[in-house]
């Protein structure tokens, strides 16, 4: 059968974006099989999320996303970009300021431009606490880890996922090395995600993420989010800041009404075309 797909960007995490009300009725049950064909890299269409978009309701765009290895999994905040756009773009929604509903999981998105979306990125937690983050003079948020003999200063924040933010000067050392040695101590023992942050000003970031091999694909925005979190309450940073990831720039906001993180960044257009699925056959 096949199946018409758009593929998207957002500062270089890329996303298949299928209609759902186009999609033929045989194809549903294996959305899961669907994904790893198409999002394989090799022989498929390439990337790190499947979209698939329901129908909308005015301001509410149901929506199932699913990641490489065809298990459905929460949105990430560019897929969530790129599925604003198509659904504005489209006339699947109404409005520029809508839902998400991915599994229950609503997600505001607000459309700025004609290549920017915005989105709310929900509350920082504490790993420990398993409570919101908040400013506080009073509160260090900073932990302490010794790595092959050196002492490693880490700020731990979690946005659906764990990451151990890292100050640096700079990106003048074996990224990838340091960060397998940082998430193999015992200070982690189910894992987390890696940030090096370089803070160029009080409205300027800079940052590279590493996930361990099995983990969940890197989600640049997440981290640049736990980043802005990190650098505000050690004292490093302003709650509104750019943050220059690999592929592109992310403005970000941290909320101090409803203490929620907003994250706007480009969703773009890469390519249309139409794949082949062979649906394995159902008694």
């Known amino acids: 059968m096949e199946i018409d797909f758009l593929k998207?960007?957002?500062?270089?995490?890329?996303?298949?974006?299928?209609?759902?009300?186009?999609?033929?009725?045989?194809?549903?049950?294996?959305?899961?099989?669907?994904?790893?064909r198409m999002l394989d890299r090799r022989t498929g269409?390439?990337?790190?999320?499947?979209?698939?978009?329901?129908?909308?309701?005015?301001?509410?765009?149901?929506?199932?996303?699913?990641?490489?290895e065809g298990d459905e999994r929460d949105i990430p905040c560019a897929a969530a970009r790129c599925a604003a756009r198509y659904a504005s773009d489209s006339g699947a929604v109404n409005t520029n300021d809508f839902l998400l509903d991915s599994d229950g999981r609503k997600v505001r998105a607000q459309i700025i431009d004609?290549?920017?979306?915005r989105v709310d990125m929900g509350s920082p937690l504490s790993i420990e606490k398993a409570a919101e983050i908040r400013e506080s003079l009073r509160e260090s948020f900073s932990r302490s880890l010794l790595v092959?003999?050196?002492?490693?200063?880490?700020?731990?924040?979690?946005?659906?996922?764990?990451?151990?933010?890292?100050?640096?000067?700079?990106?003048s050392f074996p990224v990838r090395r340091t960060a397998r040695e940082i998430a193999g101590a015992e200070d982690f023992p189910d894992g987390t995600g890696i940030a090096f942050v370089q803070v160029c000003s009080r409205e300027d970031i800079r940052l590279r993420t590493w996930e361990a091999p099995g983990e969940i694909d890197t989600d640049d925005c997440a981290s640049a989010a736990a980043a802005l979190v990190a650098s505000v309450v050690n004292g490093l940073a302003d709650r509104e800041l750019v943050a220059r990831i690999p592929g592109g720039d992310l403005f970000l906001q941290w909320d101090e009404t409803d203490n929620h993180i907003w994250v706007t960044g480009p969703a773009a257009y890469v390519f249309t075309g139409t794949y082949d699925f062979l649906a394995e056959k159902t008694e």
Do not use: K, W
């Open 8 to 36: 998207m960007q957002g500062c270089g995490d890329d996303v298949v974006v299928v209609n759902g009300t186009r999609l033929p009725e045989e194809a549903i049950p294996q959305l899961s099989r669907l994904a790893q």
């Open 45 to 68: 269409v390439g990337g790190n999320s499947l979209v698939v978009l329901g129908p909308g309701a005015g301001s509410l765009l149901p929506l199932r996303c699913l990641d490489p």
């Open 114 to 117: 004609s290549a920017n979306v």
């Open 148 to 171: 092959n003999g050196r002492t490693v200063t880490y700020t731990p924040i979690s946005l659906g996922h764990s990451y151990a933010m890292v100050f640096v000067p700079d990106f």
